[in-house]
């Protein structure tokens, strides 16, 4: 069974800090790397993708993926009460046929 | 354009009913997804739609049909529901259907409630 495995938290940070989410992956053969944030009732919403070691910065939130230590890591710069949210891992598996969801770390900024 | 829209966001219904979900999307995606989230909990692959034709199908009980008239369309259709098949469902659709390397844009969901 291939795993994606996310701390449930939640993860409490002050506004204006940085929150470190985490994510690691049991499939080495494994490509594709997804962020999403789900606010409570909606629907997940891509925040970022990443594909090759390294980091990827867009606006706030720095992606970092490390193939050899097989984690995946989402940053968030300056967070903001609005940031709060569940925010969900997704892994391509290399022998499977979709993707593979951690089960999403909460996040809550406060004030 | 990353939108997927999906009818009705709420949808409430007996054991015996039959209804339908609707999904759509106008930006040219050749594969269309249904998922299943419980709350909190992540979601779980119901069926994958790749050129309209249904790839894959993750052992879903027959009382869940999907169907994809077109390439901008997928449906899921309901039939003899029991109480526990409440959930979000929710329909996603990316560029190609390449073993989860592409990327999936979701729909808002239907909220569904089984009486």
């Known amino acids: 069974q291939k795993e994606v495995e996310q701390n449930s938290g939640p ?6 800090a940085i929150a470190s989410l985490n994510c690691t992956y049991s499939d080495r053969g494994s490509q594709s790397f997804f962020w999403y944030r789900q606010y409570s009732g909606k629907s997940p919403e891509l925040i970022m993708f990443i594909y090759s070691n390294g980091d990827k910065e867009d606006g706030r939130f720095t ?9 995946v890591s989402l940053l968030i710069r300056d967070s903001q009460p609005s940031d709060s ?3 969900l891992c997704a892994v391509n598996t290399d022998s499977g046929y979709a993707l593979n969801f951690g089960k999403g770390t909460s996040l809550l900024v406060t004030p | 354009d990353t939108e997927v829209t999906q009818t009705p966001k709420h949808l409430v219904m007996g054991m015996t009913n039959k209804k339908s979900l609707k999904c ?4 040219g995606h050749r594969a269309m997804y249904w998922y299943k ?6 979601p779980e692959l119901m069926f994958v739609y790749s050129y309209e034709k249904l790839s894959i199908n993750e052992s879903v009980p027959s009382r869940f049909s999907p169907e994809c008239p077109n390439s901008s369309l997928l449906n899921l259709h309901l039939h003899a529901l029991q109480p526990e098949d ?15 390397q592409e990327t999936q844009y979701f729909g808002p969901g239907t909220r569904l409630l089984v009486l």
């Open chain 1, 11 to 16: 993860l409490s940070v002050p506004e204006g």
């Open chain 1, 63 to 71: 992606a970092q993926l490390n193939k050899a230590s097989q984690y």
């Open chain 1, 85 to 87: 949210a569940t925010y």
């Open chain 2, 24 to 27: 759509e999307q106008h930006m």
């Open chain 2, 37 to 42: 989230q419980k709350a909190k909990k992540p």
């Open chain 2, 86 to 100: 409440s959930a979000l469902y929710l329909c996603a659709s990316s560029q190609e259907w390449r073993e989860g």
